[in-house]
């Protein structure tokens, strides 16, 4: 029976081996953590739940389909709530703006900020359905193996102007400062510069409108396991706890993997859902192509990491919405500051998470679990010692919560902890401390990014966040289901 291994129990891994699995593929997961899930790690805290990551689920079509590979359903093993609305946008001059898919309610709050800009709204709308089209359906689970893909995908990126940011094409449809960042933030969710992102980027807006925003009932991790659940189900293998240590090869050849403990398990293929430096320049040291692909890919941009903060507390608060994005007093020079300059600046912008809004069981009764976010520059271009940084940051971001919301959060709180880009770094091998791998540029994009199977090691595959399409969800999970389609094509 044809063997396979995958590095790896985050969103990419698991949707790969349920593939492999469901198409009769003996599949065994190796997860380095006590828990599966990846960056979609959860803690549970003096009765809280504390979801790592991702909070926005969409496209939930992408995850149904790998219960029905095997002709079952997903609602047997997960629960999805809907989101509404899908986020609240809110400055500090007071202006909020409720982002959904209700045409009606979109179109007050648009016309609310600038009634000329409803027409330009449609017609970004139009657009955003054409680079789904062309960008998500048709190229988002196609592997780009060779430049000549890239080539035959050109007239589609040259017709959609592929070249320009997605802040700029938003900003040739609206003409309100505001609205422009409402319809260009969400790059910043998958790691990209809404300056700099490729405008195919803008099909997001189109993912949302057509399958929503969505969470699973119990936090994403709930969502995780029941990936996992079917995964078992179908016969497949999770080991936890044991890091592996190597990827093993005879020649060009990837023999199978062997772990910290010592454990050896042999495999017709192997692939990585784990961080792309770490699995070229750490699990493939032995091998020559490990060393010279971590140099290439360190030439490369990386995304930003995150500064979290979770804290539990006191009191329910039905007036604050599942996902709120907090502006601060900047838009394009914090981008900057970010993604360029690589400085910590005063003022920042906030993803404020709010899952008991949705799901009152992630805290006990009459209390309430969030998460704020911050955006901030990678180790590599912020050398700072977080143990230090981090509580003043810490402080900071409670701060500006407590001006706009929670005037007495402090008092409040039961329990609370950050999260910084030294975590990701230590937890994750997360190169630089990255939360999203390589930055989605569109010269780091399709043929330009990391290929779906290495070009040397030809039984070596990739999924995650750094291979194609990208980070996010449906993302990721479609760059499973580009590689599980490499990986059959090579067994059959």
Same mark, same amino acid.
């Given at each position: 029976? +044809?063997k396979?291994? *995958?590095?790896?129990?985050?969103? /990419? ?6 593939? #492999? ?7 065994? %997961? ?16 003096e ?10 689920? +969409?496209?939930p ?20 709530l ?22 009606? $309610? ?12 409803v ?13 789904h089209?062309e ?25 959609? $102007?592929?070249?320009?940011? %997605? ?46 925003v ?13 990936? %996992? ?29 062997t ?12 692939? =990585?859902?784990?961080? #792309? ?30 500064? #979290?903060?979770?804290?539990? *507390?006191?009191?329910t608060?039905? /007036?604050? &919405? ?16 970010i ?12 993803y404020?998470?709010? &899952? +008991? ?6 805290? @006990? ?32 971001? #409670? ?7 929670? @005037? ?34 569109? +010269? $780091? ?16 595959y ?16 479609? =760059? ?6 490499l990986?059959?094509? =090579?067994?059959?």
């Amino acid at each position: 029976m +044809t063997k396979a291994v *995958i590095i790896g129990a985050g969103f /990419g891994g698991l949707a790969l081996a349920i593939r #492999l699995q469901s198409a009769g593929v003996e599949t065994t %997961v190796v997860e380095a953590r006590d828990r599966p899930g990846g960056r979609a790690y959860v803690w549970e805290k003096e009765g809280f739940t504390f979801d790592a990551g991702p909070t926005v689920v +969409t496209d939930p079509d992408c995850l149904d389909q790998l219960w029905r590979l095997s002709g079952h359903d997903m609602r047997d093993d997960v629960t999805l709530l809907p989101v509404m609305p899908f986020y609240r946008l809110h400055w500090r001059d007071g202006t909020s703006f409720d982002y959904s898919n209700d045409d009606a $309610q979109l179109r007050a709050e648009i016309a609310k900020l600038e009634p000329s800009d409803v027409a330009g709204y449609h017609r970004f709308l139009d657009y955003s359905a054409g680079v789904h089209a062309e960008g998500y359906e048709k190229l988002g689970h196609v592997a780009f193996l060779d430049f000549k893909s890239m080539l035959s995908a050109a007239p589609s990126l040259a017709k959609y $102007q592929a070249w320009r940011s %997605v802040y700029d094409m938003v900003s040739s449809f609206v003409r309100n400062d505001k609205l422009r960042e409402a319809f260009s933030f969400h790059t910043l969710l998958v790691g990209g510069n809404p300056m700099t992102t490729s405008a195919i980027y803008a099909l997001i807006h189109k993912l949302e409108k057509d399958g929503g925003v969505w969470f699973a009932k119990g936090g994403t991790n709930a969502l995780i396991r029941g990936m %996992v659940t079917h995964f078992e189900r179908l016969g497949g293998t999770l080991m936890l706890g044991d890091p592996v240590a190597s990827i093993d090869t005879v020649g060009d050849r990837a023999t199978g993997v062997t772990t910290r403990s010592g454990l050896r398990l042999e495999a017709d293929a192997v692939a =990585s859902n784990a961080d #792309l430096m770490h699995s070229y320049r750490d699990l493939l040291a032995g091998h020559k192509r490990g060393p010279r692909r971590a140099q290439a890919l360190a030439r490369k941009h990386w995304s930003p990491s995150l500064f #979290l903060v979770h804290f539990g *507390i006191e009191g329910t608060w039905p /007036g604050i &919405p599942h996902h709120m994005i907090l502006f601060g007093p900047r838009y394009k020079e914090l981008l900057t500051d970010i993604y360029e300059h690589g400085v910590l600046s005063e003022d920042f912008s906030l993803y404020l998470h709010h &899952p +008991t809004v949705t799901d009152p069981s992630l805290a @006990p009764p009459g209390h309430s679990t969030f998460y704020a976010l911050a955006p901030v520059p990678h180790m590599g271009k912020l050398p700072i010692d977080w143990a230090q940084v981090g509580p003043i940051m810490e402080g900071r971001i #409670l701060d500006e919560i407590e001006r706009r919301l929670i @005037p007495d959060i402090r008092s409040r709180i039961k329990v609370k902890f950050s999260y910084a880009p030294t975590d990701f770094a230590q937890d994750l091998n997360a190169h630089m401390g990255s939360a999203f791998s390589l930055e989605p540029l569109l +010269t $780091q994009s399709a043929w330009f990014r990391q290929h779906n199977r290495d070009d040397t090691i030809s039984n070596l595959y990739f999924t995650g966040a750094g291979t194609h399409p990208g980070a996010g969800i449906p993302g990721v999970v479609g =760059s499973a289901r580009a590689t599980a389609t490499l990986m059959l094509e =090579s067994f059959a």
